[in-house]
């Protein structure tokens, strides 16, 4: 089945700073790579999604990028404000299952 | 975007007891419906597929006559932990998701946390 890692486990940003998380997946048949925001007792959250035939998306202070090649995508931030603080997972999806990264703690201190 | 609607968000049971936990597709059928498990500060792990009219598919490692699923309509599957344990406490979230454009997108449910005294 699927495996994604997910890097890093916990990142501390600046406010105003970027932050990059990373991914990687191992099923070269998964064609969709949502990420999703989860705030501490809520619900993840989708923030941005890419698809397998594009290579990068952006939305506002948001992108991701896709390399199919070697099986990574990642989460950019810029501009961080203390509201991104939160656990940001990517997921891999091939049909309607997906499998999710084990998540990254995105501290962005004031 | 899609609404699913979990309950109950919170719950205390005492130990040996059961406890059934609801996730509805309040505004689209789900024929698929899937159940996390999520310790503190760590990722969610997927415990067992939810298929409307059959039987439900198990991750390996989780007990299925532990964590019994019935998936009756297609906007409704329960989770029902039994003989409820201290290691069971956790929380437990529902997600089902939606056909798109070219994708799937994951609408999840509040969570339920999972208290066993």
């Known amino acids: 089945g699927e495996n994604v890692e997910q890097h890093p486990s916990t990142l501390s940003v600046q406010e105003g700073d970027s932050a990059v998380i990373k991914c990687t997946y191992s099923?070269?048949?998964?064609?969709?790579f949502p990420w999703y925001k989860q705030e501490l007792g809520k619900r993840p959250q989708l923030i941005i999604d890419?698809?397998?035939?594009?290579g990068e998306k952006k939305d506002q202070r948001i992108a991701v990028t896709l390399n199919k090649t070697a099986k990574h995508f990642s989460l950019h931030i810029t501009e961080t404000q203390p509201e991104d603080s939160a656990v940001y997972f990517c997921?891999?999806?091939?049909?309607?299952?997906?499998?999710f990264g084990k998540g990254t703690m995105l501290l962005v201190s004031p | 975007g899609a609404v699913v609607s979990q309950h109950p968000s919170w719950v205390i049971c005492k130990s040996g007891t059961s406890v059934k936990i609801e996730c509805r597709s309040l505004?689209?059928?789900?024929?698929?419906m899937f159940w996390y498990r999520q310790f503190p500060k760590q990722s969610l792990m997927l415990m067992a597929t939810?298929?409307?009219?059959?039987?439900?598919?198990?991750e390996q490692g989780v007990e299925k006559d532990k964590f019994l699923i019935n998936h009756a309509s297609l906007t409704l599957s329960t989770l029902t932990v039994t003989s409820a344990h201290p290691e069971d406490s956790s929380f437990y979230i529902c997600?089902?998701?939606?056909?798109?454009?070219?994708?799937?997108?994951?609408?999840f449910g509040q969570g339920t946390r999972l208290t066993v005294v």
């Open positions: 890419i698809r397998s035939n594009v």
């Open positions: 997600s089902a998701p939606q056909q798109g454009l070219g994708n799937t997108e994951a609408f």
């Open positions: 939810s298929n409307e009219g059959s039987k439900a598919t198990y």
């Open positions: 505004d689209f059928q789900a024929t698929t």
């Open positions: 997921a891999a999806s091939r049909g309607s299952t997906l499998t």
């Open positions: 099923d070269s048949a998964s064609n969709y």
